[in-house]
T-cell receptor, first 113, second 116 residues
Framework: SQKIEQNSEALNIQEGKTATLTCNYTNYSPAYLQWYRQDPGRGPVFLLL?????KEKRKERLKVTFDTTLKQSLFHITASQPADSATYLC????????????FGAGTRLFVKA | DAGVIQSPRHEVTEMGQEVTLRCKPI?????LFWYRQTMMRGLELLIYFNNNVPIDDSGMPEDRFSAKMPNASFSTLKIQPSEPRDSAVYFC??????????????FGPGTRLTVL
């Protein structure tokens, strides 16, 4: 069955460092992959989308890579700030014309001042 | 725009009672999604609509769950009868097929349901 794996353990880093989160998937060939941010008590908020034919995408301090051979996406936050502390979810979609998006369980990030 | 609106924000009910969750999508969006989030299972897609028509309800756990979208600005998710294992946060999200280059979904604040 389709499976998405994100680090279940929280990631603790120091302010100013680069945070790197991993999303691995199996039994799936997504057309694109998305990253969302979720704060406690709130709904997820869209951050970035990367398509299967794109290797890397950037947005301000965020960078996403997508390796369809390794079936893995890496999400980087450079110059991290305490305000970046949140749970980050990756989501995959087959892009078959429908919206059957599958979300990972998320990784909690703590950035210490 | 006010974003996706959900009500109620919190619902506490007793086992066996009927629960109705409500959602108002962003105006102009033609896709609406209902998700359920728990610690154990994460964020799960229950059902989604396109232009008010249910497209995929394969994520609906049981016949106790039903969803409707009578018009473009309103949707309900009903659980009848409710059970303690239905306790979760239920999110509604909407999206527009007109947003070229992205399939971004806009999530509401969620309804935290507790079934005693």
């Amino acid at each position: 069955s389709q499976k998405i794996e994100q680090n279940s353990e929280a990631l603790n880093i120091q302010e100013g460092k680069t945070a790197t989160l991993t999303c691995n998937y199996t039994n799936y060939s997504p057309a694109y992959l998305q990253w969302y941010r979720q704060d406690p008590g709130r709904g997820p908020v869209f951050l970035l989308l990367i398509r299967e034919n794109e290797k890397e995408k950037r947005k301000e301090r965020l960078k996403v890579t997508f390796d369809t051979t390794l079936k893995q996406s890496l999400f980087h936050i450079t110059a991290s700030q305490p305000a970046d502390s949140a749970t980050y979810l990756c989501a995959l979609d087959g892009g078959t014309g429908g919206f059957k998006t599958i979300f990972g369980a998320g990784t909690r990030l703590f950035v210490k001042a | 725009d006010a974003g996706v609106i959900q009500s109620p924000r919190h619902e506490v009910t007793e086992m066996g009672q009927e629960v109705t969750l409500r959602c108002k999508p962003i105006s102009g969006h033609d896709y609406l999604f209902w998700y359920r989030q728990t610690m154990m299972r994460g964020l799960e897609l229950l059902i989604y609509f396109n232009n008010n028509v249910p497209i995929d309800d394969s994520g609906m756990p049981e016949d106790r769950f039903s969803a409707k979208m009578p018009n473009a600005s309103f949707s309900t998710l009903k659980i009848q009868p409710s059970e303690p294992r239905d306790s979760a946060v239920y999110f509604c999200a909407s999206s527009s097929s007109q947003r070229i280059g992205t399939d971004e979904q806009f999530f509401g604040p969620g309804t935290r349901l507790t079934v005693l």
